[in-house]
């Protein structure tokens, strides 16, 4: 029986695969005409969930479902939270930064990610690491030309031209061509088939556990992050970020830590820098 609905379950994959590469957008085409999008949506979920299916097939079903429904901007890394390599600093910087960091790639900049002037990928710069003097110019030469790409990008299209591409790392830019973050084809494929680890050094920096239970959770980070690592369900449809979320909630910018209710979470602001909301402290409330 197992064996029978794994293989129902992989050929419907196949072939939601094969139509998202026709057709980037037709999921949300279908969902807007049948059911008027949204409660299509939550419903197809909801049908989903109750079929008694092996939870990577649900996962990976659910993950369909909700992919073409997101852009790069709501999944990227903020600018404000990118690690990245400023040929500005001096090189005993420029090293730290190569040793320390948890990344496989990097954009190299000059000043701000604005004026970012390549990607490099860590590993080809360990050579480097144990000698006495380090070149910026030998550094460049290993470096990879940027690629950028428009915030509203559907994830589908941006999966397909990553492929093409032959590329892992974008930064994102908005109408004006700022740089508004990165994003990663990890990142993406997270939001097909989930988080491809728990191990406690790899989940995000940003979330950290209090003994109490709640969670203490940087202001920037993404919703659809936390609602992915924790298992919640914070709403997605307007702000994309906690900040963004909290002051769109209280309608105004606090002067001092506040606590609001929104469904089964309690937030409190926590702390401030300047006009944004920098740490809040979140618990889910349990019946």
């Known amino acids: 029986m197992w064996l029978w609905l ?17 057709h980037p957008h037709w999921l949300r ?49 903020p600018r404000q939270a990118v690690t990245g390599i400023d040929l500005d600093d001096d090189v005993d910087s420029i090293v730290q930064t190569l040793r320390t960091t948890q990344h496989t790639r990097l954009p190299v900049y000059r000043g701000d990610l604005n004026h970012t002037v390549g990607i490099l990928h860590v590993r080809n710069a360990t050579r480097f690491l144990g000698r006495e003097q380090l070149r910026k110019a030998e550094l460049m030469q290993l470096t990879r030309a940027p690629y950028f790409l428009p915030e509203r990008t559907p994830l589908p299209t941006q999966l397909l031209e990553f492929q093409k591409h032959r590329r892992r790392l974008g930064l994102v830019v908005n109408e004006y061509g700022d740089v508004q973050g990165v994003v990663t ?16 050094a790899d989940r995000h920096p940003d979330i950290t556990a209090q003994p109490d239970g709640s969670y203490l959770i940087d202001g920037s980070a993404s ?47 926590q702390q401030l820098r300047g006009h944004l909301i920098k740490t809040a402290r979140v618990w889910k409330i349990t019946s």
Not at 58 to 74: A, H, K, P
Not at 224 to 252: F, H, M, Q, V, Y
């Open 6 to 22: 794994a293989g129902v379950t992989l050929a419907i994959v196949v072939i939601a695969i094969w139509q998202l590469r026709r």
């Open 29 to 77: 085409r279908l969902a807007a005409r049948i059911g008027r999008g949204r409660g299509f949506r939550r419903w197809l979920s909801r049908l989903i969930g109750q079929l008694l299916l092996p939870p990577l097939h649900s996962r990976l079903l659910q993950g369909l479902l909700e992919l073409d429904n997101c852009t790069v901007n709501d999944i990227m890394i």
């Open 185 to 200: 084809l990890e990142s993406i494929l997270e939001e097909l088939v989930g988080e491809f680890t728990t191990r406690a």
């Open 223 to 269: 919703l659809r992050t936390i609602n992915r690592s924790l298992g919640w369900s914070l709403p997605t449809d307007g702000a994309r970020t906690l900040n963004g979320l909290l002051l769109e909630r209280l309608e105004t910018i606090p002067e001092a830590p506040v606590g609001i209710a929104l469904d089964s979470y309690r937030i409190e602001v």
